[in-house]
């Protein structure tokens, strides 16, 4: 078996009554183990294939013409484009193991929280949010597995705003507007929903399969229908207008997630002889030779410290949180934290700061009348559980993802350019445990997301003003980095929450709304009990104090020009000082986009590799960029 789920031994306090830590909670955990445990990617390797990927190499000089780092959302993009080129070798590294079945049912999503392929963080305190949290920290997650992020998360496809990649190109980025930027997001799409959206907006030969949910369940098209009565209209938000509503499409196909794992890496990984894959390898240092080019990673496998040498480039894709890490322990990043730690400074750049997440807060939810309620009984979650397993077409509730898709993005003011608030709905599978003990339901919500009797109202500030720092932990450089995402440090960064707080509480009294039953829940939470429900004062409490993550974490290895200070990288991708280096994931936004991230991740991955392919086509040597 591959998966482990979350230790519910660990994380359940000793004297709560939630379901998630009753005995029914072990039996859930332990049917998905039995069913979903394995991979089916396992299942299909080859014998001489696996000689080749996965094993210590043999001698002493283990080279190839380009190493990824990381087979996430952008990495496998990357690795899959370049070894398109069979006179190239490319080898790509993964810290986590193989994608398990259970990433691939849509509403067993949740049960992948705290379990061995993610990674679970908790951030440094600011004294402004997460106030609720065990001693103001709040809790980050990304994945630790093949497809990385993409093979954990929400699966909604959201591209981001146009004004998003026309800011990065207003900034001084060539070749980052929208228009720059649309063809890339087609040229890996595969939208099997083409008959209801606008053909130039949307591709359908790539590998990334898209597409609707084929089962969704009545209370995500009433807040739906509740948006629409409020005068939203009903949008494609990848097509030429993002504020609306709309059931989001997302990264799956036939009732089943599709990673980019299962997109560009499993259909080639046993094909091409130029690629080699290597699961359960952490990258923990890149090499510079004497003209500080990049030309190998020191990795981790099987507890052995392995070397692999890069002739041509080295493409960091390790994400927004393990990318600066690994920049900063090969000496590239702000000279008085590296010093301080006595790693040698190979180039002095703000790796690690602009550090953006969308956030969020918990603690607003909708109660559903018993008629819309989707509840079902423990025997009946156990048998849905098992029928999806057996289905040779998946279909049914475990092949949607509950409300999680209901999705709609507003203006809180008539004069902003593009959104600022985006909301998405969480599902909560027994109301009454999630209220008396918010933070311990959050830490477990591992029961089926189709499967619920309230809904929990995320709304994201899309344009934060509150910019973080992640640094290495000095007291174990390789160990978890300490995160400040420094959630509400600019006091506005409320203000956009507070609006669309207004906005959605006017749902309760639409039609829609009101014939299902369904109504906010008004009982004070613990750390706000002293203020009034639904006065401002009670929001911002519960803002600072419930402060959450939407796991959209970017812009720790910010693009810009040469004169910006706190540029790592180039218009191409390209780090700062040093030659044949480049990072490529969302650790590249200047500012992070409009929406969810995993989209524009896999657009990045495609605009990078193209960068690298029309640069080496031109090229025999490996470029250097000029330090600012």
Known sequence: MIWQPINLTEVCPSQTTLTACSPFGYIYLNLLVQLYGGSRYKRLETDDKELHDDKEPDDAKDE????????????????NRLSNNTNWKVLLLEEGPEQPDITLAPGLSTALLGSNIVMSYTTEPNGKSCLAHPEGRCSWTRGRVMGGSSSINSMAY?????????????????????KDVLPFFKKSERNEDIEFLERRYHGVTGEQYVSSYSYVDKPSLMVTKGFIERGLPLVDFNGPQQEGASQAQAFANSGERVSTNTAFIQPIRYKRKNLTVKRNSEAIQIHFDKNKKACGITYIQNEKKLTAFARKEVIVSAGSINSPKLLMLSGIGPRSHLEKLNIPVIQDLAVGEN????????????ALSNKTATTVSEEEVLQAVKDYAEMKIKRGPISGNGPVSTIGFIKTDEDLIAPDIQYHFGHISDLEEYVDDVLTAEQVPIFPTPFYDALLVRMMNLVPKSRGVLLLNES???????????????ESDIIPLLKGIKFILSLENTEAFRSNGAYFVRKLLPACKDYEWGTDEYFICMVRAYTVTTYHYAGTCKMGTKWDKKAVLDNQLRVYGVCGLRVIDASMMPVVTRGNTNAPSIMIGERGADFIIKYWQDNNKAYCVEAH
């Open 355 to 366: 550090l953006q997440d969308h956030v969020s807060f918990s603690g607003v939810t909708f």
């Open 64 to 79: 190839y013409d380009f190493i990824v780092v990381g087979a996430g959302s952008a990495g496998c993009v990357v690795a």
């Open 158 to 178: 959201i591209r981001g705003n146009r004004v998003d990649y026309d800011g990065w190109a207003a900034l001084g980025n060539v070749g980052w507007s929208y």
């Open 476 to 490: 174990n450089p390789l160990g978890a980095p300490l995160l400040y995402p420094n959630y509400l440090g600019d």
